[in-house]
Structure formats: structure tokens, C-alpha cells
């Protein structure tokens, strides 16, 4: 049975460095290509939000047994978990957007193009629960940027 979960937390660090995401994200990936799960973690302003998909077993063992205990966040939320027909995130063992792609419209990035196609699908089309409050949760950092 294939879930998304999506969740949202605060980074324990002030501002959190580049090195710090690039360890998160280089174990993320690593786990998650093992247990086969995808999607895009988002960093703004000191939060988090990351929407996981894959087996059902694998969302919920990794969210409970490493990105939960993870100190490096607190006040972890579950917003949304659903079963999915299919992934949205397929080619990403966990794709990352930060705060220049959020303040931009990202173009020629590969996650921009994703992003960009997600957000005008979910204009026309329903997308699923979870990924529709991922995009709005999405478009509601990029409306607030530091100017
Ligand atoms: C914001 C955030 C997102 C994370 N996302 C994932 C994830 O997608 N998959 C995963 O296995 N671990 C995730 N983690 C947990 C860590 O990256 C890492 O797997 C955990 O600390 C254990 O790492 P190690 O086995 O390399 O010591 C996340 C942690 C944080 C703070």
C-alpha cells in the first residue's frame, strides 16, 4: 500500500547552516533509497516541511525511528497521511527546495520545473490531500518573502 505523509517542524538551530542541510539530506537519502521512499523536503525561515511517499511500513518506520528523534528539529506536526494511487515525486530520494528557489520562480532547476508544473497542476486538476497542502504550504512562503 503506497502513503504520502506530510509534516511540518522548526530547525533547533537559529539559522541552520548549508553543511547541516547537506548532512540531513545526504542520510535522507541514502535511507530513503533503501526503503524506497520519495519526496521534497522544504526549508524557510527555520521550518521544515516534508512530504514523504513510499510503502506504507517504510513512511511510517523512518518518520518514527529517524526523522522524528532527530535533534536537529522540534515540534514535529503531522499534518496529513493518506494512501496515494501514485507517486508525485518519483525521481527524488528527497528533493530540497531552500529559500532562493522559494523567493525565485526557479525557472531551470530541475525541483523549479517540478514545483512549477505541481503548482499549475493543482489549479486544474485535484491533486491528493497531502500534496494539495504541500503546494499550498508551498505558495504561502514564496507570497512572504524578506524583501
Ligand atoms: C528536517 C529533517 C528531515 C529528514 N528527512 C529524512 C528522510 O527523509 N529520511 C531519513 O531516513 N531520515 C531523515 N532525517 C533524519 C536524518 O537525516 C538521519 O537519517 C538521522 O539523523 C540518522 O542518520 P544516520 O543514520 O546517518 O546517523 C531527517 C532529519 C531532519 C532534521
Request: proline fraction near 3%; charged fraction near 20%.
Amino acid at each position: 500500500m503506497l502513503v504520502e505523509l506530510l509534516y511540518c517542524s522548526v530547525s533547533v538551530a537559529y539559522q541552520i547552516t548549508n553543511v547541516d542541510l547537506e548532512h540531513i539530506l545526504d542520510s535522507a537519502r541514502r535511507r530513503n533509497l533503501e526503503e524506497g521512499i520519495t519526496g521534497v523536503l522544504l526549508y524557510y525561515r527555520g521550518a521544515f516541511v516534508q512530504i514523504l511517499e513510499g510503502s506504507k511500513e517504510s513512511v511510517e518506520n523512518v518518520y518514527e525511528k529517524f526523522i522524528g528523534p532527530d535533534l536537529r528539529h522540534t515540534a514535529l506536526n503531522k499534518v496529513h497521511q493518506n494512501t496515494i494511487a501514485h507517486r508525485s515525486f518519483s525521481q527524488w530520494s528527497m528533493g530540497f527546495v531552500g529559500a532562493p528557489e522559494i523567493e525565485s520562480r526557479m525557472p531551470s532547476t530541475a525541483i523549479g520545473i517540478l514545483m512549477n508544473t505541481l503548482t499549475d497542476e493543482s489549479k486544474s486538476k485535484p491533486l491528493s490531500l497531502g500534496l494539495n497542502a504541500f503546494v499550498s504550504i508551498y505558495n504561502q512562503m514564496r507570497k512572504s518573502p524578506y524583501k
